[in-house]
C-alpha cells in the first residue's frame, strides 16, 4: 500500500499554511477537490473546504472523519464548511446544489449564475470568530468556474489558484483550437467537415467538426462560459490538474509553455483512498450493498468482468439503455452496469418495468446498479478487467490508476477529446464509435440521438475491449505499465507528490514576499 504519513515533510517550526478551497458544485469537480483537501491536510496543512448543506450531507461521512480529527487536533485538519445558497434566489428549484440535480439542463446557466451567491457566507464566516484560532487562509483554490474568487482572493490579498477539472491534453487542444479558429474552420470545410489534424502539437491529433465546434460555440452563454474561464486562467498565479507527468507530459510542457505558468500535476487522486471505507464515500453513498457486491464480484474469474457507467451527469434514453442491456445480455463476459436513470424514474418512463425483466433474465451474469455505483472500489477489483465510460476526465483517470481498459463512449464536452487520448495516444481503449454528442436535457432532441449504439455494435465493442486478440493483449499490458506510472507519481518522491510540494511551497514562498 501507499503511505501517506501526516506531517511527515514539516519541520516542527513551520507555521502550518491555511488553504481555502472553493469546489464547483457538480460531483465531477467535488470528488477531486475532496481528495485535494485530505491530501493536503496530510501533508500538514490546515483546509476549509467551501460547500453547500446538500453537497456535505452526500459526503458526510468524510466529514464526521475529518471532524473528528479537527478537535483531536490529531490527524487531518479539514473543516468542511457549510455555505447556506439560495438556489430560490436565483430562480432555481428548492435543493439544485449540484449539477446532477438540475431536473433540466436549460438551468445549467441559471445555477452557474448563481454560485456567486456563495461570497457572502463564505466571508461571513471567514470573519466570524474562530474557536480553533486558524490563522487566516494562505492561499485559495477554486474552480476553474467559480469565478467570483477573482476578486474574493484579491479582497484577502492572497494568491489564488485554479483547479482544473480536466485533462491538460485537453486543456491544450480547446486552448489551441480557440487560438487557431479561423484556419481551422478553413481546413474543416476544404475537408468537407471530415477529421482535420490539430496544429502545434508534436502529435497529429484528429479532430473533427463536433469537436471543433464544442469549443466555439455560439450560444452567447456558452460564450460568456469560455470568457469566464480565461479570465480565471489568466488571473490564476497557477494551476492545479489531475493528472500525472508520465501520463501527458507532452500536453502539459505545451500548455505551460501557452500560458506561460506553473502548472501542478497532483494526481491521479483517486490513489489517495487506499482502503475501501474511503472509497465507499467518494462523493455520494453507494446505492448497492458494497459486501454483496464485492462478493458476487470475489465470485467471478479476474479481469473477467465489465463495468459501464456514464458519470454523474450523462443521461441515455430508454431506447439506448434497452439496446445497452440486449447488448450485454447477449456477450460472453458479466458485467456491472450502471444504471442512474433506473433511480429518477421520472425521467425516464417505463424504465422499472423492463429492468425488473432484465434483471430476472441476467441473473448471476450481471449486477444493475441504480443510482451511484462505488466506482473506484469497482474498478480496483481484481474481477473487473474493462469499463466502458462516457470518457468524464476523473472516470478515465481512476481507470488508468486502477489499470483498466475502456471501451470509450463520450456524450458531451471534453469527453470526446479524453477519448482521443485513451484511444490514440495512450492506446489503451477501443472507441465504440460515437460521433455526435449528446446533451443532458435533449437526448430526445433529435431523432437520430435517440439511439447512438444498437445492441450489436455494444456486443461487440465488450468483445474487442475484454479480448481483442493481440491488440487487446497489447492495450492492457500498455494500461497495466500506465498503472505502475499511475502509483509511482503519487509515492512520495513521485512527479505528482513533488507538484504538490511545489504548490505548498509557492505558497510559501508567497507569505515570505509578503512579510
Ligand atoms: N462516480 C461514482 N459513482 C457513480 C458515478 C460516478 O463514484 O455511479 C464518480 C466517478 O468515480 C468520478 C465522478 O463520479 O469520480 C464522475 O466524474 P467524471 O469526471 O468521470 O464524470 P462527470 O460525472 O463529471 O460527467
Redesign the pocket.
Known sequence: TMSFEINEDRSPNTKPLHFLLVPLL???HM?PMVDLARLLAARGNLVTFATTPINLARIQPIVERAAAAASAASTLQIRFIELRFCVADAGLPDGCENIDLLPSMDLLFPFLKSLHLLRDPLEAHLQAPDPFQWPRPACLISDNIQNWTIDFARALDIPRLTFQ?PSCFYLICDLLINRHVVELEAAMAAASGGPIILPGLAQPIRISKHELMLTLRSDPNWFKLIETMNEMEETSEGIIINSFVELESLYIEKYHEEIGKPIWPVGPL?LYNEEDDAKEV??RVSSIDNKFLLQWLDGKEPGSVVLV?F????HNTMEQIVEIGHGLEASAWPFVW?V?EAAEGALVSGLGEWMTAFEKRVEGKGIV?KG?????ILLNHIAVGGFVT?C?????L?AIAAGVVMATWPHFGDQFFNERLVVDVLKIGVAVGVEKPTMFGVENDNEAAVVKVRRGEVEKVVEMLMEGGDEGKERRERARELKKKARMAMEKGGSSWKGLQDVINYVLESQKNKN
Open positions: 457538480a460531483q465531477g470528488i477539472g483517486s467518494r462523493g457507467s458519470g454523474s451527469i450523462a450502471v442512474k446498479i451511484w455505483a462505488p466506482q473506484t462516457h468524464g476526465w476523473n472516470s478515465t481512476e
